[in-house]
């Protein structure tokens, strides 16, 4: 549960905002930039809804978290809605990134395109490995973990991706702490141990595989 | 929400599984196996909590969607409790994989330990890149699409997952159910049209940046 303390937009909210309704409003901002891509100026709460596979009931519920948005009888506009959702999401600026990790992990985080398209531009790789050290993925050369301070500090970065072997993850968490970053993405499969006032979401690939098991054998 | 029928087992339910509970079997079970590695027979339901994060009404009240576990006092044994989570999330068997799109993503996913790790294993990888096709992935040759029919029926693959660009995903999940897939895993940014017989989950990788942005800002 998070709470939203939204300032300077069109009205403060402070009651308890579910993860699964920031998930979605993720979920509802990409259908509305594809729309709004596609010249598309208003959309209703069940084409919202049949956009990302919900139904409008829970359309309309994680919208009135932030505001009553839209007309009865006609909907949303879209590029009204989808900014309204960027700023929310804190995703009207770009995000420079960290990322530690130079691995197979790393290399497609490096190329991954919805990163860009949402704001998200990884500015500085990272790994202790010799043979990585030095080499380019993309347009980045990767830098030792000695650098990482620095460059840190040099483009305000708040954010860090973490994508090294288990053993190596506590360290680096430690060392994005200390270097200012306020915010962790974390690979590896291990629960880090970080101060509270730092954010931490980990990505597990199998977890969403093990859904699915769940599912065909129930 | 998930319907529990949990047949040969030690019980049978009927009552609706939150998908966030499964997502914390999942990680119950991940930790429960690092216990056992480290030879550790019995936790409480609290260092069960801390490991994951969550507080321990939380792990007793997911525990109890499945039945009575524990010792009040002593607390759960590991194996048991290990086994019977790998058991609901049908782990007690492995699962061969089919995967489709031989990219940045398909490659850091054959790479993935943490598949193997729950009984996950990708025999086949598809492509329709000519650039691609019979280039080798570690073990594994990457096969012209053709081939996805012949090798989900040989290896009677029920999961199949998607990595290539938005604009191919929906053929290739057509062509994954045509061939008798019952459930795929998504990493193409868009909404499949799918049957309501066959599950989907789709991953996003930047939704978690978001939850995390989300919260630097509020």
Known sequence: MLS????????????????ATITRLSQYSKYLERLDYNGIDIVSSSELAE??????????????????????????NVKDLLNYTLKILGLNRKWPLVLV???????ALCSFKGFNERGFSI???????????????????????EKLPEVIKLHEIKIGIIAVPVRAAQEVADLMIKSGLQAILNFARVTLNIPENIKVKNVDLSVKLEILTFDLVT
Chains 1, 2 share one sequence.
């Open 4 to 19: 939203l303390k939204f300032e300077g937009g069109i009205q403060v909210e402070t009651r308890k905002i579910p993860e």
């Open 51 to 76: 956009g990302v596979g919900v139904n409008s009931a829970q359309v309309r519920k994680d919208l009135s978290y932030f505001g009553e948005f839209g007309t009865r009888g006609i909907g949303y």
């Open 101 to 107: 990790g130079a691995g197979n992990v790393g290399q």
């Open 123 to 145: 500015v500085g790789v990272f790994d202790n490995d010799l043979t990585k050290i030095g080499k380019r993925i993309g347009k980045l050369e990767v830098f030792p973990m």
